[in-house]
C-alpha cells in the first residue's frame, strides 16, 4: 500500500486542523491505519490508530478528547480531526498501515507499522 498525508499548515493556540491520508490498493480495509508524529529533536510518537472496520480506535493520552481518527473504507482514506490545538502539538505528521486479518486489531507501536506515509508539517503558534 502507498500511502499520502495531506493536510498540514500552520494553525494558531486553539484552532482546529483536519489531516488526510489517502491510501492505494484494493484491499484497504485489510490494514490498520495510524497516525504518529515527531517534533523537532524528539523521537516518533504514536498518535492515533483505528482497526480496519474501524470499530475500534485508541489514541495517546497527550491527545485524548482533542484528535479523533475515523476511516472511510469505500474512499480509501483516514482522517485525523485536531482540535484544541497547542504548540506542543507542532510536528510533523505520518500516517501509518500495518496489514492485520483480523479487522477489529488496533496497533499503537511503531514497529508493527510497514507502510509509511511522507509526512504532513503541522505547526501551532501561540
Known amino acids: 500500500v502507498q500511502l499520502q498525508a495531506s493536510g498540514g499548515g500552520l494553525v494558531q493556540a486553539g484552532g482546529s486542523l483536519t489531516l488526510s491520508c489517502a491510501a492505494s490498493g484494493s484491499t484497504f480495509r485489510r490494514y490498520v491505519m495510524a497516525w504518529f508524529r515527531q517534533a523537532p529533536g524528539k523521537e516518533r510518537e504514536f498518535v492515533a490508530t483505528?482497526?480496519?472496520?474501524?470499530?475500534?480506535?485508541d489514541t495517546a493520552d497527550s491527545v485524548k478528547g482533542r484528535f479523533t481518527i475515523a476511516r472511510d473504507n469505500v474512499k480509501n482514506t483516514v482522517n485525523l480531526q485536531m482540535s484544541a490545538l497547542n504548540p506542543e502539538d507542532t510536528a510533523i505528521y505520518y500516517c501509518?498501515?500495518?496489514?492485520?486479518?483480523?479487522?477489529?486489531?488496533?496497533?499503537?507501536?511503531?514497529?508493527?507499522?510497514?507502510?509509511w506515509g511522507q509526512g504532513t508539517q503541522v505547526t501551532v503558534s501561540s
Open positions: 501509518a498501515a500495518a496489514w492485520r486479518i483480523h479487522s477489529n486489531v488496533v496497533l499503537t507501536q511503531i514497529a508493527s507499522y510497514t507502510a
Open positions: 483505528i482497526s480496519g472496520s474501524g470499530v475500534n480506535k
